[in-house]
């Protein structure tokens, strides 16, 4: 009988010295989807360990950002800091096991170390001399770091899901640091521990973390522990192949929601950022979870466009239901404001209004800013003050024109978009006009813009009263 596989176990390990960024997003999303489709587990670890730099807004700043994404993580959040027991406690077991050993270096000796190294050209920048010294040696009450011993011959291997087989030459390597003269562990010793004791199966990361893929290994080999499988995923680039900066997109999820994406939008999208499922650009839930697999993430570079988010964007709109969208608007509303007063806006009429003409604006709109500024039409105080493109169309031909048509606008009883229509095509077949003629300067005195849901829309939504006043406005009638 075959031995039953181990269950998927990923994790994703921030540190929290700043926002949830797009690739650290990616990464998340990445771990999700591949302990999702395994029925495995993701945890989240907070890496706090730089107690300077590590912040409580942060850290509610990477779990808003997760919760947003709807990437859940299973059971509760590990804090690396309050492990650091643990952390000293394997330290001290790869010191008795002989896998490790006191370096009393002082701070001047590792710089002549480094810059010797370095100016002769090689690789390692710690000469080990404290590697077969008895510790006797040393000053009493000197100060010592531990250091892992490190092989000094042979390879590091890593199988790595992603980059292929990687070999390191272990006469390239130091004798790192595990723990440091204060006691503190080092990231290198932190994160093998934490892997271990939280059953971690994958490490899923970015390639900048492959140099430490070979560090770690060896912390795990020294335990006789089980070496995760790896995959180190390329990082993001700007649309010009340049390293991702502000202006390409590096900005912390909580940006992209104030913009207006949507989160199934931006989990479509971050999927497709490094890795293809043949042709398939539009992926639900269902399908990301089941056809996600490491290999099938590119090693080069993804390369972030923000026209193909606000394109994708504007499909996902166009999908959403018209009640969600308004529920998600409302969401919105605190970051949209500025500083304006605009949650008293939506009154229960302004929401049955919104929802008339949903239909029509989400057809336009890329993200949920366009649909709120397709909404102002509605609630906007009079008088509007006309775009500079409605100005244009309002000429004192088109005043007159709507002067007219207010005259027999006024006529109708039972107010809605089809007796609207039908007086608007008599007002065009008796004046000798094509349609568009009274449409276009009656939307720009109705909306303020030349762009609007359909005319007829327009007037049902506003109502009689509301649309004659802003004809008056225009008109002066």
């Known amino acids: 009988m075959q031995p039953a596989m181990a269950s998927v176990v990923t994790r994703f390990a921030p540190s929290p010295t700043g926002f949830l960024h797009i690739g650290g997003a990616r990464t998340a999303l990445f771990n999700w989807l591949y302990a999702r489709g395994r029925s495995g587990k993701m945890l989240l670890r907070i890496e706090d360990t730089d107690r300077e730099r590590s912040t409580a807004a942060a850290i509610a700043a990477i779990i808003d950002g997760l919760t947003w994404l709807g990437l859940h993580w299973d059971g509760e959040i590990v804090f690396q800091f309050s492990r650091a027991a643990r952390h000293r406690e394997v330290a001290e077991q790869m010191l008795a096991a002989g896998h490790a050993y006191?370096?009393?270096?002082?701070?001047?000796?590792?710089?002549?170390?480094?810059?010797?190294?370095?100016?002769?050209?090689?690789?390692?920048?710690?000469?080990?001399?404290?590697?077969?010294?008895?510790?006797?040696?040393?000053?009493?009450?000197?100060?010592?770091?531990?250091?892992?011993?490190?092989?000094?011959?042979?390879?590091?291997?890593?199988?790595?899901?992603?980059?292929?087989?990687?070999?390191?030459?272990?006469?390239?390597?130091?004798?790192?640091?595990?723990?440091?003269?204060?006691?503190?562990?080092?990231?290198?010793?932190?994160?093998?521990?934490?892997?271990?004791?939280?059953?971690?199966?994958?490490?899923?990361?970015?390639?900048?973390?492959?140099?430490?893929?070979?560090?770690?290994?060896?912390?795990y080999q020294a335990m006789g522990w089980n070496v995760p499988a790896m995959a180190h995923i390329p990082l993001i680039h700007g649309p010009d192949g340049s390293k991702l900066s502000k202006r390409h997109g590096a900005l912390g999820v909580e940006a992209y929601r104030a913009m207006g994406y949507l989160p199934s939008a931006m989990r479509n999208y971050l999927v497709r950022l490094g890795w293809a499922h043949g042709d398939q650009e539009i992926f639900s839930n269902e399908e990301m979870i089941k056809a996600f697999d490491l290999p099938q993430i590119g090693r080069s570079p993804a390369r972030f466009d923000f026209a193909k988010l606000e394109n994708l964007n504007g499909h996902y709109i166009r999908g959403t239901a018209d009640t969600e969208l308004l529920a998600a608007l409302e969401q919105l509303l605190p970051e949209i404001a500025g500083g304006r007063d605009l949650m008293g806006l939506l009154t229960p009429q302004l929401r049955v209004?919104?929802?008339?003409?949903?239909?029509?604006?989400?057809?336009?709109?890329?993200?949920?800013?366009?649909l709120?500024?397709?909404?102002?039409?509605i609630w906007?105080?009079?008088?509007?003050?006309?775009?500079?493109?409605?100005?244009?169309?309002?000429?004192?031909?088109?005043?007159?024109t709507l002067g007219a048509v207010q005259a027999d606008l006024n006529k109708i009883d039972d107010w809605s978009a089809a007796s609207t229509e039908a007086i608007l095509r008599g007002y065009a077949e008796k004046a000798g006009v094509k349609l568009g003629a009274v449409a276009q300067p009656l939307r720009a005195a109705l909306t303020g813009r030349t762009t609007s849901p359909p005319i007829f829309d327009v007037l049902a939504v506003l109502g009689k009263a509301e649309t004659l006043a802003r004809l008056r406005d225009q008109t002066g009638a």
């Open 102 to 219: 006191r370096c009393y270096c002082t701070p001047d000796e590792l710089k002549d170390m480094r810059e010797r190294a370095r100016a002769e050209g090689r690789a390692r920048l710690y000469d080990g001399r404290w590697r077969d010294r008895d510790p006797k040696d040393a000053p009493a009450g000197a100060p010592f770091a531990i250091r892992l011993k490190a092989p000094l011959i042979g390879e590091t291997i890593v199988e790595d899901q992603v980059q292929g087989r990687v070999a390191w030459q272990n006469e390239n390597l130091d004798d790192f640091i595990l723990l440091r003269s204060d006691g503190t562990p080092t990231y290198m010793l932190a994160v093998v521990v934490d892997d271990h004791d939280m059953n971690v199966t994958h490490i899923i990361r970015g390639d900048d973390h492959l140099n430490n893929g070979a560090r770690q290994t060896q912390i």
């Open 353 to 370: 209004q919104i929802l008339s003409v949903m239909p029509a604006l989400k057809e336009r709109a890329k993200t949920l800013i366009d």
């Open 372 to 377: 709120f500024e397709g909404t102002k039409f």
């Open 380 to 400: 906007a105080p009079r008088p509007l003050v006309p775009d500079a493109a409605a100005k244009v169309v309002l000429t004192d031909e088109a005043k007159a």
